[in-house]
């Protein structure tokens, strides 16, 4: 009797599934077949952000060996596949990331100092920033005839006579310098990663007056620096620093307050030479071209006028670039406002996300380590977005050119503004979170005055004034600038001093953020219905930031600054005397827009001389404020009392709390620390046992220019 098996088997089933599977994702890719190529910038920076997100070359080299295997996996399901060709070559891109940060952090690898010391040397100076609104000058040097110091180092000289300092004089001074300084908390800015591909091996202050060579300075200013100075005496104060920022890029005269409001009412993008600055230039210049090159006939009807008048459009922008310092994110802006114009020329659609990952992979090919900084990410994301934004078809239908009266199309074009305004807020959020814990909630509103007055008004009576300032007839167009400025910076103030202006949260997880960075490029690249899958990752990301605790316990690097989660949700210091920096940073870690207080003002704290004792969250915290030296007989009994005991001295051998001991030993390893009490109480540290990053290793000089060599002491 015949018979036939009553199911299919598992096998054939599973590869039935299979099957079906890869052949949905591959229709879904062929009708995606024109944004493919967006993703290779993405694959890119995940290469280089893993090099940092991993700790050491071991780590490195395996990620590699990984991605070569996903890459000949790629190779096996098919090259004619759009599956298995994105498998091979984003593997192949991802590894390729990987290997170019890792060329890149050692083609700069430069001496750092070793510890702190305080010497005399005699240095050229390489670059001034006056920063009037401090009373300080900042310098980079490159010292004479000292191989025991790092080739390159900035240090800050206070007072007036750093105002006559030009770059290439030398100078003789006495510094105390400091090795770059590390987070001083998880999640704080790393200095220390910064200053190692600026080559920067050290950092610190001038102390007394520093020596000239004689007839130093005939040379005078460069010329950004005396356009500066030149705006400075147009116009006073913050209005005036944020006149100079907007030309050269010198924001040292603009004041803390004023800086902090343009940064709580989502303003301070203004504040930094990017896109919109170097569009609205190459932009007025354009205009003023086409409007003369209009007026002689040959070149008009020879179709001349376009192509020189982006001509004429990019060589403003490459100036304006070179007087604003050429820093990245200016050169950024002008990369992708060229592409922009070469499109244009080419008749082809001026702004598209091809623009936008061609500009991003010319950057991370030239500085790949601009990708884990602020700059890169919130500017790329907000192109991103817009771009993203205008390409959909429900906003190209809003905003699309129809015959209705003047006030209905002012109207939706402002209307047009605040949408974008509110998707960029949105799109932004996450990195403003991510690196500064704080993430304004107004700046959609406040962009939608901010932008056009800074576009149409303040940037062209600037430039007006410049011009004619040479014939004497610029104090009209200062007057509007000035009048201009100041509604800004009141506009500023207005919106930041509103209740729940900023939204504060503590550190954001970097699985968290990836994972939502992840899920807005998904979304934000992709045109079809599945972009929306992205949405999952983006929610699972922000919710571990949401569901990421305030730490009840913050202690710096050096342990002198401890801050405790106070019973009213604010936080209090064990030192009050603590500068700005220092209570910046414990705000932004603890999540918080506060003040902070006092440790010693609080009611369940006991406080002497030496020490400070109280109970949180069921634990008893003993934490050291003096500078007498105690015997560890005298404190072993306190120290067993404790829980958690804290100092920023060496604790005897006696002195050892129930949990958890802190001292200046266990800090040089661990760095800053952020302490999570309750039933299963952890201890997050700003420094990974064994990071092998290059700034965490890197060689050190002494800075001591009378030691011995270790050599010269062999037999």
Request: hydrophobic content about 50%; charged content about 15%; glycine content about 12%.
């Amino acid at each position: 009797m015949a018979t036939r098996a009553l199911q299919t088997p598992i096998g054939a089933r599973i590869a039935a599934a299979s099957r079906r599977a890869f052949s949905g994702v591959e229709a879904r890719l062929d009708a995606e077949r024109e944004r493919i190529g967006l993703w290779l910038p993405v694959a890119l920076g995940a290469g280089i952000a893993a090099w940092f997100a991993l700790p050491a070359a071991a780590h490195w080299t395996g990620m590699l060996f990984l991605l070569a295997g996903g890459a000949l996996g790629g190779l096996l399901l098919g090259w004619q596949s759009r599956i298995g060709r994105m498998t091979a070559i984003g593997c192949g891109t991802t590894a390729c990331g990987i290997l170019l940060i890792w060329a890149r952090a050692a083609w700069v690898a430069a001496p750092v100092l070793a510890q702190p010391v305080v010497t005399a040397f005699s240095a050229e100076v390489e670059a001034a920033e006056p920063l009037p609104a401090k009373g300080e000058t900042r310098l980079i040097l490159r010292p004479q005839g000292r191989d025991d110091l790092p080739p390159r180092i900035r240090v800050t000289l206070r007072g007036d006579q750093g105002s006559a300092i030009v770059p290439g004089e030398r100078i003789g001074l006495r510094a105390r310098l400091m090795p770059p300084p590390a987070a001083s908390l998880p999640g704080s800015y790393d200095f220390a990663q910064r200053a190692w591909f600026d080559r920067i091996g050290a950092v610190g202050t001038v102390l007394g007056e520093v020596s000239r060579t004689p007839g130093a300075g005939r040379r005078g200013q460069p010329l950004r620096a005396r356009l500066s100075a030149h705006i400075h005496n147009q116009i006073d104060g913050s209005p005036g620093g944020i006149a100079a920022a907007l030309v050269t890029g010198d924001r040292g005269a603009i004041s803390a307050e004023d800086e902090e409001a343009m940064r709580r009412s989502g303003l301070a993008h203004l504040l930094s030479i990017s896109g919109l600055h170097v569009t609205a230039v190459i932009g007025f210049a354009m205009f003023l071209a086409m409007r003369l090159f209009a007026l002689d006939r040959r070149v008009a009807l020879a179709g001349y006028v376009l192509p020189v008048a982006a001509a004429v459009g990019a060589l403003a922008g490459a100036g304006y670039t070179w007087l604003a310092g050429a820093e990245v994110p200016t050169l950024r802006s002008l990369i992708a406002a060229l592409l922009v114009l070469v499109a244009f020329l080419m008749g082809r659609e001026a702004l598209t996300l091809r623009l936008v990952a061609a500009g991003a992979l010319i950057v991370l090919l030239w500085r790949p380590e601009s990708l884990v900084g602020p700059s890169f990410q919130l500017s790329f994301a907000a192109v991103t977005a817009i771009v993203s934004l205008h390409e959909s078809r429900a906003m190209q239908g809003f905003m699309a050119r129809r015959e209705e009266p003047l006030p209905l199309r002012l109207g939706r074009g402002l209307m047009g503004l605040l949408i974008t305004g509110i998707v960029v807020e949105v799109a932004l959020a996450p990195i403003a979170l991510f690196h500064f814990h704080k993430a304004g909630l107004y700046g959609a509103l406040a962009n939608v005055v901010a932008i056009p007055l800074t576009t149409f008004v303040i940037m062209p009576a600037e430039a007006l004034a410049l011009l004619v300032d040479s014939v004497g007839l610029g104090a009209p167009f200062w007057w509007v600038t000035e009048k201009a400025l100041a509604l800004l910076i009141g506009l500023a103030h207005l919106v930041a001093d509103a209740p729940g202006a900023v939204a504060t949260l503590p550190r954001f997880p970097s699985g968290g953020f990836a994972l939502a960075a992840a899920g807005g490029l998904w979304i934000l690249i992709w045109r079809t219905r599945w972009r929306w899958w992205g949405a999952v990752p983006l929610a699972v990301g922000m919710a571990t930031l949401l569901a990421q605790p305030r730490p009840d316990l913050l202690v710096t690097g050096d342990g002198r600054n401890i801050a405790a989660a106070a019973p009213d949700g604010s936080y209090a210091l064990l030192r009050d005397r603590a500068g700005d920096f220092v209570r910046d940073t414990m705000s932004e870690a603890g999540g918080i827009d506060a003040p902070l207080g006092a440790l010693a003002d609080l009611d369940h704290v006991e406080c002497n001389r030496d020490f400070c004792r109280w109970r949180q969250d069921g634990r008893v915290i003993l934490a050291s404020r003096g500078i007498d030296k105690i015997e560890g007989v005298d404190m072993a009994a306190a120290c067993a009392a404790a829980d958690v005991v804290i100092s920023d001295r060496w604790l005897p051998r006696e002195c050892v709390g129930r949990w958890l001991t802190i001292d200046r030993d266990s800090l040089a390893e661990s760095g800053g620390l952020a302490i999570y009490l309750g039933e299963k109480p952890k201890a997050v540290a700003t420094l990974n046992a064994g990071d092998g990053h290059p700034w965490r290793n890197a060689p050190g000089v002494s800075g001591n220019d009378e030691a011995v060599p270790t050599a010269a002491l062999a037999p």
